[in-house]
């Protein structure tokens, strides 16, 4: 007899681009059991997993975030009082978010899955401004949100906060289990509901689709994400100066565009080291991943992330990680053995380590080759569907 799994918020988007993190994982829970039914509600569709046991339909893709959400709990709330559920699932999970369908009732006779759920991270200034923007369906002006953000903050933490924390609470305590990506943040979710209801189920990582790199043959360094000042890429080029002095023939490449670019790029020129680094924006798939499989070393001086799965990909590319210790982290790079873990916001910390993999092309060929060997064996796509697969059979 087959088991009917709602899920509904899925995500913003199902592809293969770029993470793939919903298509992968729903490919691979549908695949693990052919007697789950599996519908999934997501705003955006690309490319569905081609598996027969799964279904997956858009909501209103040119919607904002805010109405993609209301609408899929419309749906979901339709279809569970059809009496066509067997397990509700609510995928697309943050931090203090919250489901009205949980906390009014209505799926208290329906097994109800929260998750993955990752930690909270910073939230920058330019997602506040596009918050505003929607919930006052007013496109102000930056200069016009820049004087408004502190009153918003303000009210955020003193009552938007509370309300949601509240919310947050109500939803967690209606789960029959919260799945989580790491240790720490089933810690952090372990203060509102008892240990016992929290399954750590990290996000994978498709390891075939990544070259093999050989970082010992080459003195690039490479940095990949968002120029945003969350991301850290200030602290990676204050590094750099005193990098470049002692190996003026490495190049740091940097991947990834962001309202810094400018700043960073005036403050590269200052520090007179414009000869040593590249900054690449946007680039193709294709382009990046040979640029992980060519680099001696991948550097994230991250200040705050949920699931940095782009650690994940340079690990699968065999190309160490010095990486910034927000949340997680020493769960998916093993300090010192797939890469160096350094304190967040510390540039001297973040300049010798990778003064300490352009010193030692060995060791950087020793560490890539570890994390490549501990994604494919830690983070394997198919081992992660048959694990939530056990969740919904557990909670049956």
């Given at each position: ?13 199902l ?15 549908a ?10 509600y ?25 109405r ?51 930690p ?8 506040k ?40 609470r ?14 720490e ?8 509901v008892?240990?016992s ?62 309202p ?33 499989a ?103």
């Open positions: 007899m087959s088991t009917r799994v709602l899920i509904s918020p899925a995500g913003p988007s592809d293969r681009s770029k993470y793939g993190k919903e298509y992968y994982l729903l490919e691979n829970i695949e693990s059991d052919p007697d789950l039914q599996i519908e999934a997501f705003k955006k569709i690309s490319e569905i997993p081609p598996v027969a046991n799964l279904a997956a339909h858009s909501i209103k893709e040119d919607t904002s975030r805010n993609y959400y209301f609408d899929c709990f419309k749906k979901a709330r339709e279809i569970i009082n059809s009496g066509d559920v067997d397990i509700y699932h609510h995928l697309n999970f943050h931090y203090r978010f919250f489901n009205p369908l949980a906390i009014s009732g209505l799926v208290d006779d329906v097994p109800y899955v929260v998750g993955p759920a990752e909270p991270h910073t939230i920058p200034d330019h997602s401004r596009t918050f505003i923007k929607e919930m006052t369906g007013v496109n102000w002006s930056d200069e016009t949100l820049d004087r408004v953000l502190p009153v918003a903050d303000w009210m955020r933490f003193k009552i938007y906060n509370r309300i949601r924390e509240f919310l947050f109500l939803t967690l305590e209606q789960a029959d289990r919260i799945v989580v990506v790491n240790k943040t089933a810690s952090m979710y372990a203060e509102y008892p240990r209801k929290i399954e750590v189920i990290p996000y994978g990582v498709v390891v075939d689709r990544f070259k093999t790199g050989s970082p010992d043959e080459s003195t690039e360094i490479l940095s990949i994400g968002s120029l945003y000042t969350r991301k850290g890429c200030d602290l990676l080029i204050e590094a750099w100066a005193s990098v470049a002095t002692e190996y003026p023939e490495s190049t740091l490449n940097i991947i990834g565009k962001g810094q670019r400018e700043t960073l790029e005036r403050r590269v020129e200052d520090l007179e080291i414009q000869d040593t680094v590249v900054f690449h924006g946007y680039v193709e798939r294709d382009v990046l991943l040979d640029m992980l060519s680099s001696r070393a991948f550097v994230h001086p991250s200040r705050s992330e949920g699931f940095p799965h782009v650690r994940l990909e340079a690990m699968a590319s065999g190309c160490p990680v010095i990486a910034s210790n927000v949340t997680g982290t020493n769960e998916m790079i093993r300090d010192g053995k797939d890469g160096l873990v350094i304190p967040t916001d510390d540039v001297d910390r973040l300049t010798e380590a990778i003064s300490t993999l352009l010193d030692s092309p060995e060791k950087a060929k020793e560490m890539g080759e570890n994390a490549r060997t501990h994604a494919k064996q830690n983070f394997d796509w198919e081992e992660i569907g048959k694990r939530f697969a056990e969740v919904y059979r557990d909670i049956l």
